[in-house]
């Protein structure tokens, strides 16, 4: 396990807090209005891929609204150059929806009511062994914050259970301690996604008012335990309709740098989770949702500040906008996901934790890929590769 101890420099609750990204950031709001289209022509210019708040606040800004075309080629050229013409495709499965936090946005907050559901470590690899049946290397072991009953031990042997099937198995549950992601390491998981939802301090209390979850800073500094255990990928990302998209774009790309600044072994991705309806949870609830335009615009904003880091890309969307971002700097795609615990086995009439929005079966998902120039990747590393 690699020590954070070594490293000397700011952490990333200080480096937020001096650059006012964990507010409102109203200064930040004033200056992206203030960006001309010299400022943005200015940042096209500089080498692509390269990261610097200047830059992503002229590309996330009004006036860059103009230039998408010219962002989008340029995020859909350097992707080819970094990653080929291929897109990794990942399942989730899902293993709980009990959940001991009451966050505003999620149907499975805990005041819901409705039967909740929990798979037994053999349930959950029957399901597993379906998204290998249809063809999936990756899996992403997804649950609610369940913590007396999906606990490490319980992740630790689901793991061991599926790394036979599986190339690349990575988790996206509460956040834990270093020792215990480092035992998950072990057990053959090897990347963890955790979006801090929002880097606003206010609206992350106003949307998470009970429960673990409610601690920001332990939220905040989970990544840099993630990467301290040695985890391969480490996913970053925020919820898309808590709070102004731009500003939230800033924070996610400083934490983002700072992660890759220090831990240089972990690659880091980000997500772009847009809001969607829920259990008891209605869209129209989210006034900073945003348009596919400005979706587009965050995607090839931050292609064009971080050359190598994965974009990804859930069944949250519509099949037609997923068409057109496959070739725009995205380079993970999910396909056929149920996002209830038992969804594969088609047993469960458990409630799902958002509406997924391209129904499309993985064969079908894979086949637009070719469609488009593209190949789909089932499988992209394996384990062996860095073993004697
Ligand atoms: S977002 Fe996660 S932690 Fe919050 S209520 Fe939903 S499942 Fe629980």
Same mark, same amino acid.
């Given at each position: ?5 070594? %490293? ?13 990204? +964990? ?15 010299? +400022? ?18 002229? &590309? ?6 103009? *230039? ?10 350097? @992707? ?7 897109? =990794?495709? %990942? ?6 929806? %009990? ?18 559901t929990?798979l037994?470590?053999? $349930? ?16 992403? #072991? ?20 599926? =790394? ?31 979006? $801090?939802?929002?880097?606003? =301090? ?29 985890? =391969? ?5 925020? #919820? ?17 740098? %700072? ?5 240089? $072994? ?12 829920? *259990? ?11 348009? +596919? ?27 037609? &906008? ?8 995205? @380079? ?8 209830n615990p038992g969804g594969?086995s088609g047993h469960s009439g458990a ?5 997924? +929005? ?8 894979? @086949? ?5 120039? #593209? ?8 384990? @062996?590769?860095?073993?004697?």
């Amino acid at each position: 396990m690699l020590s954070t101890e070594k %490293y000397t420099g700011r952490d990333i609750k200080t480096i937020l807090a001096e650059r006012g990204l +964990d507010g409102d950031g109203e200064l930040w709001q004033k200056r992206l209005e203030k960006i001309s289209t010299g +400022d943005v022509e200015k940042a096209l210019s500089e080498p692509a891929g390269t990261y610097g708040v200047e830059k992503l606040l002229a &590309l996330v800004s009004p006036a860059a609204e103009n *230039y998408l075309e010219e962002m989008a080629q340029l995020s859909h050229q350097l @992707t080819i150059q970094r990653f080929g013409r291929t897109i =990794r495709l %990942y399942a989730p499965l899902y293993l709980s929806n %009990y959940c001991t936090n009451s966050c505003r946005y999620c149907g499975f907050n805990r005041e819901n009511k409705f039967e909740r559901t929990r798979l037994t470590i053999q $349930q959950a690899v029957r399901e597993g062994d379906i998204i290998a049946f249809e063809g999936f290397r990756d899996i992403l #072991l997804v649950s609610s914050e369940d913590k007396k009953f999906v606990t490490i031990d319980y992740l630790a042997e689901l793991a061991r259970n599926l =790394r036979d099937k599986f190339s690349f198995i990575s988790i996206e549950v509460y956040p834990i301690r270093s020792a215990e992601y480092a035992k998950l390491f072990e057990a053959g998981i090897e990347g963890v996604t955790l979006y $801090q939802e929002t880097y606003n =301090r206010q609206a992350y209390a106003y949307y998470h008012p009970s429960g673990p979850k409610s601690s920001y800073e332990n939220r905040l500094d989970a990544p840099d335990r993630i990467a301290a255990a040695g985890m =391969r990928e480490i996913g970053l990302g925020v #919820l898309l309709g808590l709070t102004d998209w731009r500003v939230e774009t800033l924070a996610l790309a400083e934490h983002a740098h %700072y992660l890759i600044k220090r831990y240089w $072994q972990s690659h880091v991705s980000f997500s772009f989770p847009r809001l969607r309806p829920a *259990y008891e949870v209605a869209g129209s609830q989210f006034e900073h949702l945003l348009s +596919d335009k400005n979706l587009v615009q965050m995607i090839t904003a931050l292609r064009l500040c971080f050359a190598d880091a994965g974009l990804v890309l859930s069944t949250r969307e519509r099949a037609q &906008l997923r068409d057109h971002l496959v070739n725009l700097g995205i @380079t993970k795609l999910s396909a056929g996901s149920k996002t209830n615990p038992g969804g594969y086995s088609g047993h469960s009439g458990a409630i799902e934790q958002f509406e997924v +929005d391209d129904n499309r079966s993985p064969a079908q998902v894979a @086949t637009m890929i070719k469609e488009a120039g #593209l190949e789909p990747v089932w499988k992209d590393w394996d384990i @062996t590769f860095v073993k004697d």
